[in-house]
């Protein structure tokens, strides 16, 4: 939970670098928050509650995916290869699996050891 809730204190912020793990489980837990928006929602009868709760979480997540390419010493301009269809949206998940730079790069830090100290 700790891995959303610093996601969200970075609201909009595009510089810098993130881990994977810290995008992955911004991941994880936005798809499990969308199920059960969707269901809750369909229980209660609002169905937007979905939409509500993914335009609320867009600058987050496009922040984190910027951030996360940084620190694969890409530049965030790259996130627009996904909407190239299917090929594009293979290679930006290969990118944002991919381990970062272990050295620092022009985006700052290597956040592995600065999570380390």
């Not at 793990?21 to 059960?36: D, G, H, K, P, R």
């Amino acid at each position: 939970m700790n891995w959303y809730v610093d996601v969200l204190k970075k609201y909009a912020v595009f510089s810098g670098r993130a881990r994977r793990q810290e995008y992955w489980m911004f991941a994880l837990f936005n798809i499990i928050a969308t199920i059960v928006l969707a269901i809750v929602g369909r229980v209660i009868g609002f169905p937007a509650l979905v939409a509500i709760y993914s335009l609320a979480v867009l600058l987050p997540g496009l922040g984190v995916a910027v951030r996360r390419l940084h620190d694969t010493g890409r530049s965030g301009w790259a996130i627009l290869i996904g909407i190239i269809p299917l090929v594009g949206s293979i290679i930006l998940l290969v990118w944002l699996a991919s381990d970062g730079k272990p050295e620092d790069n022009q985006y700052g830090a290597n956040p592995k050891h600065a999570a380390a100290v």
